[in-house]
């Protein structure tokens, strides 16, 4: 088994993104599956454009992409993406879309196919706080996990891909009140522990565990 | 125009929900528009065949539809409905559905065709907390926003339909450090502000103000 | 009974600020005892000078100053005042003090004679969310507290004095995210509620209730 | 220089505390002066005697005591303790004093001698979220910081002593929404780099820096 884990760069002024930080540090093979890692610009017009050349050069049968939500305490597995572009701020190609359909021939969501509970379960099992989220927002990580499902749906029938965001690292929120953080190395053990758990539910759909969710 | 604005009853032990008390204390005319008011029970199986009926009965332009969402600080209308029941706590008939769908024949998402970045806009101007949301959850809220979109999609073409969140009363956390909540008549206030946007913009789509959102 | 409750103007570039809008508010007469109301700068120099100079003219049994607690989501009584300036912005008069003791030959700290526990159950009996609490930080409002217990300890000894925190308003928080606020009707009555224990309890101590409280 | 730090045992139905477990991975040297460790258990009547035999035995010229504080963010380098006992939860010997004075003879409160805002400081440099906390609370970990002070003040003139506050783990908040964690890794490094603070300015005071804080 293969699995393409991406990861964003730095955006919005920062000068470093956990996200690729932490795909960068995981292990080249987990529970078996060989992993492959990408970096992908946080641009609009650009991040598909990179995991399409990926899956066609390395025939992944997962994709994973990994982006931060800071403000979020828990890595967060995502059930859906939407199919809307709707920017709080410009990306790093200086592009900011305003209530914008990423595809207009799509699907208005996505769900996705990977087992999002069990990934939070399993995330939860190392000790680390995890629950699935019911929204990747509507900025490039919401982009790019629907451009995978759209490339999915037209051109690549048997992948299976999904997103995941993860808190702020510490260094970023150092001078802010109240505001969650989780550390780089937790960050890879929790990532490590969702793949396992998408590796040992392959092909057996997710588990029925309650989730906390709003109303 | 006529608008049909809905509330949900109390539920998870509850004994009092926001929604239908906010929805009861609306005025009969807003901006114009007549306003019908319906209590619906947080029950997955008949909240959306009572305001089926409604609608067949009172054959309003728009169904507005409001919920609590306890832990939010702001009213919030929703951009979204996904087609997933996943119930943290049983409805009031005792239903869990656990990772269900809606609609086996439905989209796995429907827009509103509300214009929530006005609404949001118009919440503000009267002094009240508002953002755009992008997930309703996958309790009984999203499950009657899905369900009046697909009555739309399949049943009632010309309808414009949404749902917004509105936070917990006072009363409701009074011994709860921390837990955010506002006033029955700052909720009466923010969603009579709402209707009056969805009037005000009616035909000529939403206004593109830049909102908060996840990365 | 004759109660002096005195409110912040506002500050911090705010046009507004909820402790002076809610004191005038008030009604002049609470469970029998007569409210005086005193507008005081958010000043470190001037503000105990003002109240001192209404203790003067007007004899009140009871001192109670309410300030604002921007990021609390109840009203707060405060247990005590700590004998520290320092100002994370400056003051209205444009002086930002930065580790300095208000007193020299002040104590460390005073505790408040009011029942703070009886006023924040008498709060939550009216619907309204409420928590005792062990900082008023150290800005104007903890100093304010302060000197009026150094008055009290030094020149009136049968006062009893104290603090209460509330919320931002709504239309302070319109646009931020997550950011709790509380209306000023609901400020007025839980003043109101905090003055009907002060008198109830009167000669009589706190009440022993359980709080919540840090480790 | 020798520095005792104190770390308290598990409380409140949970098995571990972050406090005694960071305490237990410190050097036995930091920045040159000699670490000393310390259990200490979580019960009102005993802490104070553990930390005041082990004063006798060690001769530490300064004490840093470190507690759990959930729902905080960040590390918290504690300002003053309070003469108030107050518990929202029993203690480990089954004690849940309500209301009480720690010591009738003792001050209202005792200001910390350590340089609180140097220790935030140095915690920040090495990419950690620190704040200067105005309140220790009125549970275990305040008895414990002012209990240390009383003795400071009527038997250990030289001591130096404070306290600080760490977040919960990870592993203690895996299933719930939003609360906040930092790992054991990066509270040894936030710890270490306080006690570098500590006795880098030894004798020379804090350092002047504008800190957030309440209104």
Redesign the interface.
């Known amino acids: 088994m293969k699995i393409l884990v991406t990861g964003f760069d730095p ?2 002024g920062a000068t470093t993104n956990p996200a690729i930080e932490a795909v960068r540090r995981l292990p080249d093979e987990i529970a078996g599956a060989t992993i492959i890692k990408l970096e992908v610009p946080t641009v609009f017009d650009r991040c598909a454009d990179v995991v399409r050349q990926a899956i066609l050069t390395d025939q992944p049968d997962v994709v994973l992409s990994i ?8 890595l967060t597995p995502e ?2 993406a ?3 572009n ?3 701020i410009p990306d790093n190609a200086g592009q ?1 879309p ?2 914008q359909s990423i595809q207009e021939a799509g ?5 996705t196919q990977l087992p999002v ?1 069990a990934m939070a379960r399993a ?2 099992a190392v ?5 699935v ?10 982009h790019l996990m629907y451009q995978v499902q759209y490339l999915r749906a037209t051109a690549f029938p048997t992948l299976r891909a999904g997103f995941m ?1 993860i808190p702020f ?3 970023q ?11 780089l ?2 960050d890879v053990r929790g990532i490590t522990a969702a793949i396992g758990a998408i590796v040992a539910r392959d092909g057996r759909g ?1 588990v ?1 565990t ?6």
Do not use: M
């Open positions: 955006f919005g982006g931060q939500a800071g403000g979020r305490a828990a059930r859906i939407i199919n809307l709707d920017g709080r900011q305003i209530d699907a208005a969501a996505y769900f509970k995330i939860r000790g680390l706080p995890s629950q989220s019911t929204t990747a927002g509507t900025y490039v990580c919401n965001h690292l510490p260094s929120v150092t001078a802010q009140s109240n505001q969650p953080s989780l550390s190395a937790d997710d029925p309650i989730e906390d969710s709003l109303n």
